[in-house]
């Protein structure tokens, strides 16, 4: 990660070094924040944030659930603000940023788990982030099951990207790279396959695409959704439903998708060979297409991109 300038704190655009919190932040101490992870690319009109409506929703949608109210140095943010904001920093912060974190969290110094009527504080940072699984990944990745089960639903909300909650894909992480892989599949509490530690994930099996449907405990990924829609308008039969491990490791093929990932082949899993060992045509392909459409060559979805200028 490379660092940019200005981050946006509480509607003032601020020096990197000087976007700071107290050390009691209540979300430094008990993880309570909501975050986004939202890619920039360039495209022939110049960059562009990928399915910024999308991103903005759900970040939106997991305030609802923690019960924030969006007011930021005494004024209101709603959908447009916030749309705004992000591009106002990414704007700021000139061509190297290719990745935002927006990040909304209780900064109030308190002692204490009660949220109620602890100030709230919205940072937007910019990063040049770079290929997030690095180049050992290009010729595919090598990921393992982890011992860390995806929490379910009656641990929170799954579907939102709740600060504390990535403990969980932090210990999950820090396992897989100790055992010499770039990530993590978890498993959720009946055993299914759920999701990687900041990805989704697909398999090709059968002549079919596979993925865990929402209700095995994952984040609905919005490259998730983004793939599904590609595939099926490429002519791929693609399944939501139930992954077993076993599946997983039998297929032909399997993916991660994620933002910061993008589509990031996988072929070993827990020391087994998926498919021949390279990446798969399946793979190629989709992974071609969704390149096409980030970058803005593809017409049929424009409407995924936000135009900077
Ligand atoms: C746990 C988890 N699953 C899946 C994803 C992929 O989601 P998206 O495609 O919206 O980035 C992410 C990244 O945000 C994540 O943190």
């Known amino acids: ?24 932040a209540h979300a430094l101490n008990y993880g309570t924040g909501v975050f986004e992870g939202i890619r920039v690319y360039n495209t022939p009109k110049g960059p562009a944030i990928f399915r910024l409506k999308d991103h903005v929703r759900r970040l939106m ?55 109620i009527g602890v100030p709230i ?4 940072t910019c990063v040049h982030m770079g290929a997030y699984l690095g180049p050992a990944t290009d010729a595919g990745a090598k990921i393992v099951t982890s011992s860390w089960q995806r929490p379910d639903n009656l641990c929170g909300p799954a579907g939102a990207k709740v600060n504390g909650a990535y403990i969980t894909s932090s210990l999950a992480k820090r396992e897989a790279i100790s055992h010499g892989a770039s990530e993590a599949v978890m498993l959720n509490s009946v055993g299914h396959v759920a999701e990687c530690t900041g990805e989704n994930i697909f398999a090709y099996r059968h002549g079919r695409i596979i993925t865990p449907n929402v209700a095995e405990c994952i984040l609905e990924g919005i490259t998730r959704c983004s793939i599904i829609e590609v595939a099926r308008d490429m002519g791929y039969q693609v399944d939501e439903t139930a992954l077993t491990r076993f599946e997983l490791i039998s297929s032909d093929e399997v ?12 072929t070993t899993i827990d020391e087994r060979q998926i498919g021949d060992g390279k990446i798969g045509p399946v793979a190629k392909a989709i992974h071609a297409r969704f390149h096409d459409i980030v970058t803005g060559k593809v017409p049929e979805y424009e409407d995924w991109l936000d135009y900077l200028n």
């Open 1 to 24: 990660m490379d660092k940019t300038e200005k981050i946006w704190l509480n509607g003032k655009l601020v020096d990197w070094a000087d976007a700071k919190v107290h050390v009691l």
């Open 121 to 124: 504080s919205m940072a937007i």
């Open 61 to 115: 949608d997991g305030c609802k659930m923690l019960g924030f109210d969006l007011v930021f140095d005494g004024k209101e943010y709603g959908f447009d603000d916030l749309m705004e904001a992000i591009k106002e920093t990414v704007r700021a912060n000139g061509d190297a940023v290719d990745y935002v974190k927006p990040c909304i969290f209780l900064s109030g110094e308190e002692v204490g788990l009660n949220p």
């Open 255 to 266: 993916w991660m998708t994620g933002t910061a990932a993008e589509i990031a082949p996988v």
